[in-house]
């Protein structure tokens, strides 16, 4: 059965420090698409990253970068120049079957 | 603004009732998914229509259902609430017939108290 799972429940950064949220998963395909999604107070649903299975190089979008490691399962985020904005929950998700891990609660810090 | 929108915006009601939930995709997105998101969890994906059709099933109770209309509005429909069910509930709609996360834009989401 595909997972993903995220051990982290709560996080903090200061801010413009840089900070990892881990994620791993669990899946028998071959190829799928691994995401890192934002959910503000607001509660909107906002999709920072994405990552194909196939591709080796590692996404990245802004400040956003993963690090995606294929054979360990492995896709974490990295948050560089942490801004007050960034505080939210972050998701990850893997859309093979649209699993989304527990999720990690990021505080920043002034 | 994604485009999608969901109504009601809140919704309160008793345990063993029965509440309908409404989402409009975006304007030519044949797909629509719904997600149950409990306090402080991450998202249940419960089922996905395409053009009408059920596409795939997740996590989704015998309790509730959905269906989705020939103008590609999708209703779900929960039946004898519980405590429990009290969560967000999102709707998201796509082009593709899915999964598609990529694709997915998410409304703002129900969130409904069952006392």
């Known amino acids: 059965a595909q997972t993903v799972t995220q051990s982290q429940p709560e996080m903090s950064v200061q801010e413009a420090e840089t900070v990892t949220l881990s994620c791993t998963y669990d899946?028998?395909?071959?190829?799928?698409?691994l995401f890192w999604y934002k959910q503000p107070p607001s509660r909107q649903m906002i999709l920072v990253i994405r990552q194909e299975a196939y591709k080796q190089q590692n996404a990245t979008e802004n400040r956003f970068s993963v690090n995606f490691q294929k054979a360990a399962k492995s896709f974490s985020l990295k948050i560089s120049d942490s801004q007050l904005g960034d505080a939210a929950m972050y998701f990850c998700a893997l859309d093979d079957k649209i699993i989304f891990g527990k999720g990690t609660r990021l505080h920043i810090l002034p | 603004d994604s485009g999608v929108t969901q109504t009601p915006k809140h919704l309160i009601t008793a345990t063993g009732q029965r509440v309908t939930l409404r989402c409009s995709p975006r304007s030519g997105d044949l797909s629509v998914y719904w997600y149950q998101q409990s306090l402080d969890q991450g998202l249940q994906f419960l089922i996905q229509y395409y053009n009408g059709e059920e596409r795939a099933k997740g996590n989704i109770l015998e309790r509730f259902s959905a269906q989705q209309f020939p103008d590609l509005h999708s209703e779900l429909n929960l039946s004898s609430l519980e405590l429990g069910d009290s969560a967000l509930y999102f709707c998201?709609?796509?082009?593709?017939?899915?999964?598609?996360?990529?694709?997915?834009?998410f409304g703002p989401g129900t969130r409904l108290t069952v006392l």
């Open positions: 899946t028998s395909e071959s190829d799928y698409y």
């Open positions: 998201a709609s796509s082009v593709v017939p899915g999964p598609a996360l990529n694709e997915q834009f």
